[in-house]
């Protein structure tokens, strides 16, 4: 089966700017969720989506990041303003109910 | 959310057995412990997962003490393809109550040794 497809793979923008990531989950898998794994640490989950419904995002920081998941299937992350501190790995993963999750290869933004 | 505890690094030579140990004291019953690798500038990839059993696949074996506060991940060779940060997680089971969601700790790095 196809993976978990995100893009871009690379980012570099300026402070203030925005970015948007987007990614195309497994077919069929009705739960994504979006990561941030800052370098050298283990990833922290920013929002976890049930089709096209948000289930948890309380550790999403809603003033400037926000996500949508269009019709349950693909999702975007966007941040607006950029701060240099959101500079990471960025990973979207599907997963079917109790079943392990899939990941993608992450969008690695670089704010400067 | 339960947490658990791995060393910060281990070493293994290559072709030989390697033993990831993990701690859970807090385990709940309905807690799964998943185990996921991440290689270098990959996502972190699904090795395996268990409840109570011993479980074997492919890829590794996961050996879970019998009152569940620890379990080991089995490499039974381990390759230079094998190293890698390896995370133990546990993962309540999704219903009404939780969401499944996976807390990624800092996990270990493996190093093998030609």
């Known amino acids: 089966e196809a993976g978990v497809a995100q893009s871009p793979r690379y980012k570099i923008i300026e402070k203030r700017q925005s970015v948007a990531f987007w990614c195309n989950p497994i077919?069929?898998?009705?739960?994504l969720y979006w990561y941030q794994q800052i370098l050298g640490q283990g990833p922290k989950l920013l929002i976890q989506?049930?089709?096209?419904?948000?289930?948890?995002d309380s550790q999403l920081p809603k003033d400037r990041f926000s996500a949508e998941r269009l019709k349950g299937v693909d999702s975007t992350l966007k941040i607006q303003p950029a701060k240099l501190e959101d500079s990471a790995v960025y990973l979207c993963?599907?997963?079917?109910?109790?079943?392990?999750?899939?990941f993608g290869s992450g969008t690695r933004l670089t704010v400067v | 959310d339960a947490k658990t505890t791995q060393p910060n690094s281990m070493e293994s030579n290559e072709e030989e057995p390697v033993h990831l140990p993990c701690n859970h004291s807090t385990i709940s019953g309905t807690d799964y412990i998943h185990w996921y690798r991440q290689l270098p500038s990959q996502g972190p990839e699904y090795v395996i997962h268990g409840l109570t059993s011993n479980v074997n696949n492919r890829m590794a074996s996961l050996a879970i003490a019998e009152d569940r506060k620890s379990s080991t991940l089995i490499l039974h060779r381990a390759t230079l393809r094998d190293a890698a940060v390896y995370y133990c997680?546990?993962?309540?089971?999704?219903?009404?109550?939780?969401?499944?969601?996976?807390?990624f700790g800092q996990g270990t790095t493996l190093q093998v040794k030609p």
């Open positions: 077919s069929g898998h009705a739960t």
């Open positions: 989506f049930q089709n096209n419904g948000v289930v948890d």
């Open positions: 993963a599907s997963s079917l109910r109790n079943y392990g999750y899939t």
């Open positions: 997680i546990l993962r309540p089971l999704v219903g009404s109550s939780n969401t499944g969601k996976l807390i």
